[in-house]
């Protein structure tokens, strides 16, 4: 389970918001993958939800590439 496996790494210290070699966050990671569930966790604990990688781009961005709509709501959600 992709949230019990992050649970774990939060709790053990990783910087929730840490960045891969691309600049992607979880966040992003979680936005590209559709996976709304992981993204409403995220959120929950205090990811930045307009944070951008490299190129600019943010989870918003990725979600709606992805064309999920429920990412999109959430994220919208988050920056109000």
Do not use: W
Request: proline fraction near 1%; include cysteine; charge should be negative.
């Amino acid at each position: 389970d992709n949230i019990a496996a992050v649970s774990h790494l939060l709790d053990a210290k990783a910087e929730i918001d840490s960045m891969s070699c691309l600049g992607k966050t979880p966040l992003m990671f979680a936005a590209s993958n559709g996976n709304a569930e992981l993204m409403e966790f995220l959120l929950v604990v205090g990811a930045k939800f307009n944070q951008g990688d490299f190129n600019h781009f943010t989870s918003l961005s990725y979600a709606c590439q992805e064309g999920n709509a429920r990412c999109v709501e959430l994220l919208l959600q988050a920056s109000t």
